[in-house]
């Protein structure tokens, strides 16, 4: 997946957090739910933001090739 790869992946992410939180902000009434789910939302989007963009760098569990035994 080279075209998704790195700012562009991680731009896309947080883009569809922001539609998710606008769209939530837009349909539940105020009080606590709503707060809940923006403290929700804000920590799936610092996760994002925190999260190495590049798979050179970081060696993950999902890139490695599963070996038989």
Do not use: C, H
């Not at 539609?19 to 920590?43: H, K, S």
């Not at 996760?47 to 599963?66: P, Q």
Request: aromatic fraction near 8%.
């Amino acid at each position: 997946m080279n075209f998704l790869a790195g700012g562009r992946r991680k731009g896309i992410a947080l883009l569809l957090l922001a539609g998710l939180a606008l769209l939530a902000w837009e349909t539940i009434d105020p009080g606590q739910v709503r707060w809940v789910v923006m403290l929700i939302l804000g920590g799936f989007a610092l996760r994002v933001v925190l999260a190495t963009g590049s798979r050179d760098k970081a060696d993950t569990r999902y890139d490695r090739e599963e070996r038989p035994q």
